[in-house]
Nanobody, 127 residues
């Protein structure tokens, strides 16, 4: 069982920045692929970003490419999402996600195949 706990959400003006964190349990975190998804009111959950087990490969949705950066610190069992130049359309609940296969790439997460979800953290961007 893997537990994922997100933090760092909040209210920010358009053009501002936030950094989300996701702390994971599990002794083999360094072999997981990790990702972020978001769900806006009335919309389906959508992929945002993913990072492979080593941190050497990342993937992004087109809507956030160039503005968001995913990273990880395996010593702290934590994955981050740095969000810059935020827009009102980025408003959503952001969920951390894990693919817990050994030395996982980000391919399954990009396809929406997730082993574990976090509870989510609210991000609200005002215009």
């Amino acid at each position: 069982q893997v537990q994922l706990v997100e933090s760092g959400g909040g209210l920010v003006q358009a053009g501002g920045s936030l950094r989300l964190s996701c702390a994971a349990s599990g002794r083999t975190f360094s072999s997981y692929a990790m990702g972020w998804f978001r769900q806006a009111p009335g919309k389906e959950r959508e992929f945002v970003a993913a990072i492979n087990w080593s941190g050497g490969s990342t993937s992004y949705a087109d809507s956030v490419k160039g503005r968001f950066t995913i990273s990880r610190d395996n010593a702290k069992n934590t994955v981050y999402l740095q969000m810059n130049t935020l827009k009102p359309e980025d408003t959503a609940v952001y969920h951390c996600a894990a693919d817990t296969r050994l030395r996982a790439t980000s391919l399954r997460l990009v396809a929406g195949i997730v082993d574990y979800w976090g509870q989510g953290t609210q991000v609200t961007v005002s215009s």
